[in-house]
């Protein structure tokens, strides 16, 4: 009854106990049945007409984690005093700051691509049909126009960023040593210069050098997976 008439407060309370387990137990040893136990009252029934899989259910739970993120990331994009370089430098800067740079490490999420492929589909739609369009290549063609950013393929440029950022740079689903990680890095933002847009401020390399720490430390415990 509760779940037709406050959906919204439903969908609240099943993240809130998800992403509760996925932190404590780790996201591979959290079973549906485990949430549904930390939901009195709703049954695995209810949580399905929600959430089609686990996999949904931590997508929907990081988003929320990095809603502060995405208003930033509108913030930025929509500045009218920044050159499209600023803003991109800025976006990933912020990028770099976001809550799930903390909570990524923690999840203990199984690195296997092959075992774990619905959620890397997750997150690849996430890439090309969000953050993108959105507030990628808005950024990218405004830096065009303004001289700041050189590319005649700006799509193309900012599926490239984000794609090897969120899917290449933060190691969800190969095991890297802190050595490893820091190449690839360095290597990224190299890159990007050579793409025509330069992302090497102190707030991101900064950042980024904080993310990599924390996940050697992870690293150094044996995480949860």
Known sequence: MSRNKYPEETVARILDVSMHLFMEKGYERTTIQDIVDGLEGLTKGAIYHHFKSKEEILDAALERVDAASLARYREIRDNGRMSGLEKL????????????????????????????????????????????????????????????IKTRH??????????????????????????????????????????????????????????????????????KG
């Open 89 to 148: 430098q800025a976006m990933f800067e912020a990028s770099a700051q976001s809550a799930q740079m903390e909570f990524t490490p923690a999840l203990g999420i199984e690195r296997d691509p092959v075992k774990n492929g619905r959620l890397l589909g997750l997150m690849y739609s996430s890439v090309f049909e969000e953050v993108v369009p959105r507030y990628v290549e808005p950024i990218i063609r405004q830096g065009m126009e303004d001289g700041t």
């Open 154 to 223: 700006p799509r193309e440029m900012a599926e490239v960023m984000v794609l090897l950022a969120n899917l290449w740079v933060a190691p969800l689903f190969s095991p890297l040593s802190a050595e490893r990680m820091a190449a690839r890095m360095e290597y990224y933002v190299d890159l990007m210069r050579s793409m025509g847009a330069d992302l090497s401020t102190k707030g991101v390399v900064q950042r980024l050098e904080q993310f990599r720490d924390t996940y050697e430390r992870k690293e150094a415990e044996g995480g």
